[in-house]
């Protein structure tokens, strides 16, 4: 089972910038991909970015320009750095990995999401 946490959300100013961070743990053998989501209340979660074991990564348009996911597979770590923000990014951030995990020396996909972290932009 793997467990996933998020950090960094807060409340900030629009056009300020914001990092956030994903670490995931467990038993795992290799992380596919690592996404970041948000909810905003009475909206359904939307994929924010997404980037695969490899680097390849994807952006929803609404943020491409502003937003970049990097990751760190030493530390099974993503980032997002959020520049420019704007009251419409306010939302519950959401961190997705998909992963092989081992048990009993097997390998199984696992998908897991962290618990969100809360981002307000407001003046």
């Known amino acids: 089972q793997v467990h996933v946490v998020e950090f960094g959300g807060a409340l900030v100013q629009p056009g300020e910038s914001l990092r956030l961070s994903c670490v995931a743990s467990?038993?795992?053998?290799?992380?596919?991909?690592m996404g970041w989501y948000r909810q905003a209340p009475g909206k359904k979660r939307e994929l924010v970015a997404i980037?695969?074991?490899?680097?390849?990564?994807n952006y929803t348009d609404s943020v491409k320009g502003r937003f970049t996911i990097s990751r760190d597979n030493a530390k099974n770590t993503a980032y997002l750095q959020m520049n420019s923000l704007k009251p419409e990014d306010t939302a519950v951030y959401y961190c997705?990995?998909?992963?092989?995990?081992?048990?009993?020396?097997?390998?199984?996909?696992?998908?897991?999401w962290g618990q969100g972290t809360q981002v307000t932009v407001s003046s």
């Open positions: 980037i695969g074991d490899d680097g390849p990564t």
């Open positions: 997705n990995v998909k992963s092989i995990v081992v048990r009993a020396a097997i390998g199984y996909r696992d998908d897991a």
């Open positions: 467990g038993s795992i053998f290799e992380i596919n991909s």
